[in-house]
């Protein structure tokens, strides 16, 4: 028989729309490997990875912990009040990042996986879009986001907006994304049969693992 090729989803949407919720989802449900462009680019800034002397160079010993590791927060504290530090920062780990998830990509199609899954924040812009096979654009509803962003980290309401506000819009999402899944609902259950419906129509079969429903409030 002939072995199915792997397909391969990406994730993206504003912070706060609940894509960890929808990445739990297919890891459970499909048994996706999940790709998560933050976490590897926190991996490539350890000590030893291909980023962290680049970073050291760039922006000094003051960024980092005793125990030699980089603290992001000095980090962000530095960029994010000067444009031209954070473009020479995303010069020296976007395009390292992209490199490893296209080379873990093609690792786990040579593999066999059904499903791989990327999920990135700034996926469409650093045209990930351009090797998936399909993207979903998580979103929640403004209020909704803010309050959880609120709850889960602890943000006030006007630094929530405030990032919000410089990411793309709904209708940018929209128009670029193939599907949309809304996770604005306040059971997951409501997310589940969304993404069940997507991913028949995506040709992926539900995982032998697959849990049972749960009434229960989505994240």
Same mark, same amino acid.
């Given at each position: 028989?002939e072995?199915?090729?792997?397909?391969?989803?990406g994730?993206?949407?504003?912070?706060?729309?609940?894509?960890?919720?929808?990445?739990?989802?297919?890891k459970?449900?499909?048994?996706?490997?999940?790709?998560?462009a933050?976490?590897?680019?926190?991996?490539?800034?350890q000590?030893?990875?291909?980023?962290?002397?680049?970073?050291?160079?760039?922006?000094?010993?003051?960024?980092?912990?005793?125990?030699?590791?980089?603290?992001?927060?000095?980090?962000?504290? &530095?960029?994010? +009040?000067?444009?031209?530090?954070?473009?020479i *920062?995303? @010069? $020296?780990?976007?395009?390292?990042?992209?490199?490893? /998830?296209?080379?873990?990509?093609?690792?786990?199609?040579?593999?066999?996986?059904?499903?791989?899954?990327?999920?990135?924040?700034?996926?469409?812009?650093?045209?990930?879009?351009?090797?998936?096979?399909?993207?979903?654009?998580?979103?929640?509803?403004?209020?909704?986001?803010?309050?959880?962003?609120?709850?889960?980290?602890?943000?006030?309401?006007?630094?929530?907006?405030?990032?919000?506000?410089?990411?793309?819009?709904?209708?940018?999402?929209?128009?670029?994304?193939?599907?949309? &899944?809304?996770? +604005?609902?306040?059971?997951?259950?409501?997310? *589940?049969? @969304? $993404?069940?419906?997507?991913?028949?129509?995506f040709? /992926?079969?539900l995982?032998?693992?697959?849990?049972?429903?749960?009434?229960?409030?989505?994240?």
């Open positions: 028989m072995k199915t090729p792997g397909k391969l989803l994730i993206t949407g504003g912070i706060g729309a609940g894509k960890s919720t929808v990445l739990a989802c297919l459970e449900r499909y048994g996706a490997y999940v790709i998560q933050d976490e590897v680019a926190r991996s490539l800034q000590p030893g990875g291909p980023c962290y002397d680049r970073i050291t160079e760039a922006f000094g010993s003051c960024i980092l912990q005793p125990d030699g590791m980089i603290s992001r927060n000095t980090l962000a504290s &530095i960029v994010f +009040s000067d444009p031209r530090r954070l473009r *920062l995303n @010069q $020296i780990v976007h395009p390292a990042v992209r490199q490893w /998830i296209l080379d873990e990509t093609t690792r786990q199609r040579q593999k066999g996986t059904l499903l791989t899954v990327i999920e990135a924040a700034l996926l469409l812009e650093e045209r990930y879009d351009q090797i998936c096979d399909e993207v979903w654009y998580i979103r929640a509803a403004p209020p909704v986001r803010i309050q959880r962003l609120m709850e889960s980290r602890g943000y006030t309401r006007e630094k929530a907006k405030q990032i919000m506000e410089n990411q793309l819009s709904d209708e940018q999402y929209k128009s670029r994304c193939r599907r949309t &899944i809304d996770n +604005s609902g306040g059971f997951l259950t409501d997310t *589940l049969k @969304q $993404i069940d419906e997507a991913m028949a129509a040709g /992926i079969p995982s032998a693992r697959t849990a049972p429903d749960a009434e229960k409030p989505a994240p």
